[in-house]
Every structure is written in C-alpha cells, then in structure tokens.
C-alpha cells in the first residue's frame, strides 16, 4: 500500500491542511489520486513511480512549465478535467514524456498553441472536449506519432482538422476523431472520403451547423450504406441548414436526396472494359486484419497484392460478378462485396448504345435539312417565271420570290395573305389605310409549320 499526501489549501484559514488517502498499489503501476481537493495547483511531492496522477475536479487554472520540479518518468495517465483550465505552458509536458492518456476535459481552454504536445511521444489517447477552443495551430499535434484517439467534441470550432487525419501526415495507428458539437460550417468531403475505411468508422463530426449540399448527403449515405458507425450511429444527429435561410430550422442530412433531389446512393460498383487491369480494394474498417478474396465461380483469377487489395486483369467479360474479401481481425471479422462490371467492348471503342444513337441523330438532322430544302429551294417548273426572273436581273431563288410565286409555293400552313402585305400587322407610326410596298417571306415573319 502507498500513502500519499494532498496538500488541500483552505480558503477559510491560512494554514496548510494535510489530507491522507489510501492508494491501492497493483504491480509497478502507482496510483496517487486528489480529487475534490480544492487545490490550486499540483502537490509539490509526487512519487517519481507514479503511473496515473489524477487531480480532476480542483481549480488548477494555469499548468506551468515548473509545476513538476522532478521527472515523473513512470506516469501514463494524467487527468486534470474539471479545473477551469485556461492556460497551458508549450512546456507543460516535459517533465512526462512518457504520458499516453491525457484528459485536458471540461475545462476553459480556447486555443491550442504550436507544438505544445510535441513531448508526448507516446500519447495514445487526448481528451479536449468540453472546453472553448476556438483555434488550434496546425503543428499542435505534430510530433505526435503514437496517437490514437483525439476527442474534441463541444468547442467552438470552426475549422475542421484535417492535419489530424490527412494521408502522409496521420500517424500509423489512428483510428478516432471526434468534433462532433462544434460550429464548423463545411468539412472537407474529397478529402474525407479517401480516407480508409476504419478511419471513417470513428469519424464523427455530427451536430454541427454544416451548409446543406448534395455532396454532404453523398458522403454520409455511402458511409450508412457501408455500415460505418460515424454515419448509422448517428444518423438523427446529422443535420445541416440550406443556403440563404438563416432563420430555417435544421434539415436532415439524410433527407436531402428529397430536399434538394439529390442522385441516390448505391452500393459501390466498378467499371471496366475488356483488357483493362483493375484494383479492387478491401476497405475494412477493422485494424490489422488478414485478407482473403473470393472470385466470381471461384475461377481464382487476380493477384493478392501486399495491401490486401486484388489485382485482376486483363478482364474478360466473364470476370463481371461479385468480389467477396473476407477480412479476418484478432477478435472480429469483417465481408466486403465489390461489385464489376465488364463492358464488352476496350474502352477506346464505342459502345454499341452510343453507335445507335449517332444514328438517330445523324438521321433527324438529314431529315431537318430536307424538309428546309424542301421548304425553300423549290425549283420553278414555270418556264415563263424563270424568264421573268431573268429579265428582272434577280436570281430565281427563294430571297425574291414575289407574291405571285409565293401563291404556287407548296406549305402545309401559311397565314392568309394580307392584301396590303402588311402579313396582318399594322405599324406603330403607320394608318390602317395607307399601303406599304410587298415584302418577300423569307424577311417577313410569317409562321410556316411542317
């Protein structure tokens, strides 16, 4: 058993109050715990073999660089929620490096300086939520490669943080993000939905005031349709507000395909064409797991390449079906179906629907370009016209056909003629019994419908 002491400052009297409790010892690790103490700051004896120092609920406002004087080399676990936390020194942390649980929640925290976890190597869990954090510098995590889980829900902000999860930069074994509760407006979809899947089974970032988008509905019904627990946990919890109603209500996310008629979501499918080599992912959303994939009628073509992924190829069409990847983890399992269609025909040649359809069209055009000939480039069968349109100097053309010819045109509808050739219209400046010279059709608007 080890006996530690909690200096509990009074405010009543100006005398040092000393506290003792009992603390259970299990093996190597110690456990010195001074909750509810109404300290101001942290004991200044601590064991140097302590491995959890629990210190929530006091009035630590302000964690100095000097508030250990020694190494605590042996500490895993520090909780320092409910204090009224507002202050963290950038070198906090050096004196417990070797830190992998830290608790930071429920406190007055409003931003997060540069590089400030940076000696935490080793830190596997982060617990922010519940604080006023308006502003996190994009190094705050940096330096960070053993992180696992960071929990940032109900804060103020505004920005989702995507260093925390971005590829090259996502430390090896993350697998949780929460800013669920914030005041982000938008998130970054593109690059969301690269992310792995067991990346995006614990990426919450529901109960924000996102901006209603058929993007957003996209993202989040492929997740619900994938399963991810991000998106089908919370499914009445993702809500967002349509663009210039500041004063409407929330809608549902996953009602937009009827708000906005939104495409529908499927499930994911592959396309290909004949010759073609294609890479069929086994997206689990479980960790470390063995993969082993299963082909349409088991014919056993493909290529298991490192990641687990399977390489098939050249494709013929009868490689078109279901790939099934069994992905097999320490304590669960995990099927994936990926969905390949093969089109008969490489892809440099047409397909047999679009061959049928430049057919068509090529064939309404011919017919449009006949009827206007038809239309206007009548030839004249009347000898004595065509010598009158000689002796006139004016080609015979549809341009000058006069009113005696536009009797023997053949339409299928034309206006009565006006006799003054007004075509039954009367000018703005002009009398109803003055008369106007004659006009050919072809300048007149008179309607001509085939």
Same mark, same amino acid.
């Given at each position: &058993?080890?006996?530690? $002491?909690?200096?509990? @400052?009074?405010?009543?009297?100006?005398?040092?109050?000393?506290?003792?409790?009992?603390?259970?010892?299990?093996?190597?690790?110690? $456990?010195? +715990?001074?909750?509810?103490?109404?300290?101001?700051?942290?004991?200044?004896?601590?064991?140097?073999?302590?491995?959890?120092?629990?210190?929530?609920?006091?009035? $630590?406002?302000?964690?100095?660089?000097?508030?250990?004087?020694?190494?605590?080399?042996?500490?895993?676990?520090?909780?320092?929620?409910?204090? #009224?936390? #507002?202050? @963290?020194?950038?070198?906090?942390? /050096?004196?417990?490096?070797?830190?992998?649980?830290?608790?930071?929640?429920?406190?007055?925290?409003?931003?997060?300086?540069?590089?400030?976890?940076?000696?935490?190597?080793?830190?596997? /869990?982060?617990?922010?939520?519940?604080?006023?954090?308006?502003?996190?510098?994009?190094?705050?995590?940096?330096?960070?490669?053993?992180?696992?889980?960071?929990?940032?829900?109900?804060?103020?902000? +505004?920005?989702?943080?995507?260093?925390?999860?971005?590829? *090259?930069?996502?430390?090896? *074994?993350?697998? @949780?993000?929460?800013?669920?509760?914030?005041?982000?407006?938008?998130?970054?979809?593109?690059?969301?939905?690269?992310?792995?899947?067991?990346?995006? %089974?614990?990426?919450?970032?529901?109960?924000?005031? !996102?901006?209603?988008?058929?993007?957003?509905?996209?993202?989040?019904?492929?997740?619900?349709?994938?399963?991810?627990?991000?998106?089908?946990?919370?499914?009445?919890?993702?809500?967002?507000?349509?663009?210039?109603?500041?004063?409407? #209500?929330?809608?549902?996310?996953?009602?937009?395909?009827?708000?906005?008629?939104?495409?529908?979501?499927?499930?994911?499918?592959?396309?290909?064409?004949?010759?073609?080599?294609?890479?069929?992912?086994?997206?689990?959303?479980?960790?470390?797991? +063995?993969?082993?994939?299963?082909?349409?009628?088991?014919?056993?073509?493909?290529?298991?390449?490192?990641?687990?992924? !399977?390489? =098939?190829?050249?494709?013929?069409?009868?490689? &078109?079906? =279901?790939?099934?990847?069994?992905?097999? #983890?320490?304590?669960? %399992?995990?099927?994936?179906?990926?969905?390949?269609?093969?089109? %008969?025909?490489?892809?440099?040649?047409?397909?047999?629907?679009?061959?049928?359809?430049? &057919?068509?069209?090529?064939?309404?055009?011919?017919?449009?370009? !006949?009827?206007?000939?038809?239309?206007?480039?009548?030839?004249?069968?009347?000898?004595?016209?065509?010598? @009158?349109?000689?002796?006139?100097?004016?080609?015979?053309?549809?341009? +000058?056909?006069?009113?005696?010819?536009?009797?023997?045109?053949?339409?299928?509808?034309?206006?009565?003629?006006?006799?003054?050739?007004?075509?039954?219209?009367?000018?703005?400046?002009?009398?109803?019994?003055?008369?106007?010279?004659?006009?050919?059709?072809?300048?007149?608007?008179?309607?001509?419908?085939?």
């Amino acid at each position: &058993t080890l006996f530690a $002491i909690c200096a509990d @400052l009074s405010e009543t009297t100006s005398s040092l109050l000393l506290s003792v409790a009992v603390y259970s010892l299990r093996g190597p690790d110690n $456990i010195v +715990s001074c909750p509810r103490r109404n300290l101001s700051g942290v004991p200044a004896e601590l064991p140097r073999h302590a491995a959890v120092l629990d210190l929530s609920y006091n009035s $630590i406002a302000r964690l100095r660089a000097e508030w250990s004087p020694v190494k605590l080399p042996r500490l895993r676990s520090l909780v320092l929620s409910h204090n #009224g936390l #507002g202050f @963290l020194s950038s070198e906090a942390f /050096v004196q417990v490096a070797r830190l992998r649980h830290l608790d930071l929640s429920s406190n007055v925290l409003r931003l997060l300086d540069e590089l400030v976890f940076q000696p935490l190597k080793q830190l596997e /869990v982060l617990l922010l939520y519940n604080n006023r954090i308006s502003q996190i510098d994009r190094s705050a995590f940096a330096g960070l490669a053993g992180l696992q889980k960071v929990y940032l829900s109900q804060n103020l902000l +505004s920005r989702f943080p995507l260093e925390l999860v971005k590829e *090259k930069v996502r430390p090896k *074994k993350f697998v @949780l993000l929460d800013v669920s509760s914030n005041r982000m407006k938008s998130v970054p979809l593109p690059e969301l939905q690269a992310l792995p899947a067991h990346v995006r %089974n614990s990426l919450y970032f529901h109960d924000n005031p !996102l901006s209603c988008s058929c993007g957003l509905y996209g993202l989040l019904a492929r997740w619900h349709v994938r399963g991810l627990s991000s998106a089908s946990d919370f499914r009445a919890e993702h809500v967002c507000y349509p663009a210039g109603q500041k004063k409407a #209500g929330p809608w549902a996310v996953f009602q937009l395909d009827r708000l906005l008629n939104c495409s529908a979501v499927t499930v994911m499918d592959e396309e290909a064409y004949l010759d073609d080599f294609l890479v069929l992912r086994c997206d689990s959303k479980l960790r470390d797991t +063995s993969k082993t994939w299963v082909t349409p009628q088991g014919n056993g073509t493909g290529v298991v390449l490192p990641d687990g992924s !399977l390489q =098939v190829g050249p494709l013929r069409v009868e490689d &078109t079906g =279901v790939y099934t990847c069994f992905a097999v #983890g320490e304590s669960l %399992n995990e099927t994936i179906y990926v969905s390949v269609k093969v089109h %008969n025909f490489t892809q440099g040649e047409a397909s047999p629907h679009m061959n049928t359809g430049y &057919t068509t069209l090529a064939g309404c055009l011919a017919s449009v370009v !006949l009827v206007l000939v038809y239309l206007y480039l009548t030839p004249c069968r009347c000898p004595c016209c065509r010598r @009158l349109g000689r002796d006139a100097g004016v080609p015979s053309s549809a341009a +000058s056909a006069s009113p005696a010819r536009e009797e023997r045109r053949r339409v299928a509808f034309a206006d009565p003629k006006d006799p003054l050739g007004r075509n039954g219209r009367l000018g703005p400046d002009r009398e109803e019994g003055r008369e106007e010279p004659a006009r050919s059709s072809v300048s007149s608007d008179t309607p001509i419908v085939v």
